[in-house]
């Protein structure tokens, strides 16, 4: 993706229809009573500013294109896994594991463990039975021009952001941490959340899905927009049925749950879109994504490991 796709037609007309679309959730939500403001701020902050800056700190990364052997196959293939990942893998065999195994370290494992292969393992032998290549899939990008510029400045933005909008500092805090191992967990968490959330998500939505509907729809920015629906709905399931009263989203109208997934994480999927297309990088993508949860998570992973 680059300057010149910026003002296409494809381009044009794939924000109009994800705008449209994201409006139509926010206005279920403004008239059903849910929150209606948060997604305005999701959308500025992660889907113009943050977008912003991911371009211009790759604007040197000069990624190489993913190879796509057979674009429509392969993305019908994981479009119809993505279904029964979201109802059924996510939706009740992410609760059942936490359902079966204590809170604790090995259900931490065992999370982790039926993530990777959720997120990883079944979204490589789908491609690969279906006649594609993966061994471009796993190119960490690291010897990249720009790649630990691109790194420290959106790593550092997204600590500092969630530093100034969520409790995490006072959390960590309350924990009575000297200040060199407190950095020490914050570290810890980063590098957890960026193999449990970021690797997992970002290998299956960026490097599978959305690599294979660029090259089968021949627009990134649609590739995008589409990923970004489809990562915010992937998320109603696992939010409407393991969910409940107190937890941001939840209500028993399930078009509202849906309506809040796609109008506040879609916007967060969009930058993380953006990033994958311009710099190709697994490892910054992951990282990234792992920077934006790992202060919030931080308290937790102490209470957790400590």
Known sequence: MNRNSLASR?????????????????????LTGGDWTFPFASLLIFGVAFSAVIWFVTRKMDAPPVPVANPKRESAGLLIYLVVYAVLLIGFGLGAIKSAIPPGPSQELAVLAYKLAIHVALPVAIILSLGGTVHAL????????????????????????????????????????????????????????????GLCEEFFFRVCLQSRLTAW?????????????????????????????????????????????????????????????????????????????????????VHIWG
């Open 138 to 197: 796993f190119d960490t990008g690291h010897r990249r021009r720009g790649f630990w510029l691109a790194l420290i400045v959106l790593s550092a933005a997204m600590f500092a952001l969630l530093a100034l909008v969520s409790p995490s500092l006072k959390q960590i805090a309350e924990l009575n941490l000297s200040p060199a191992a407190a950095a020490s967990w914050v570290i810890a968490s980063w590098l957890w959340i960026s193999v449990e959330a």
């Open 10 to 30: 494809p381009t044009l007309r794939a924000l109009f229809i994800y705008i449209a679309i994201w409006g139509v959730a926010v206005a279920y939500l403004a």
């Open 217 to 301: 729809l021949n627009s990134p920015a649609t590739a995008i927009f589409a990923t970004s629906i489809l990562f915010g709905l992937s998320h109603f399931p696992g939010l409407y049925f393991r969910g409940g009263p107190g937890v941001d989203g939840w209500s028993n109208d399930p078009a509202q749950v849906a309506a809040f997934t796609v109008a506040t994480l879609s916007p967060l999927s969009v930058s993380m879109g953006v990033l994958w297309s311009r710099s190709r990088s697994l490892l910054l993508v992951a990282l990234v994504h792992g920077a934006i949860d790992a202060l919030p998570a931080t308290a937790e992973f």
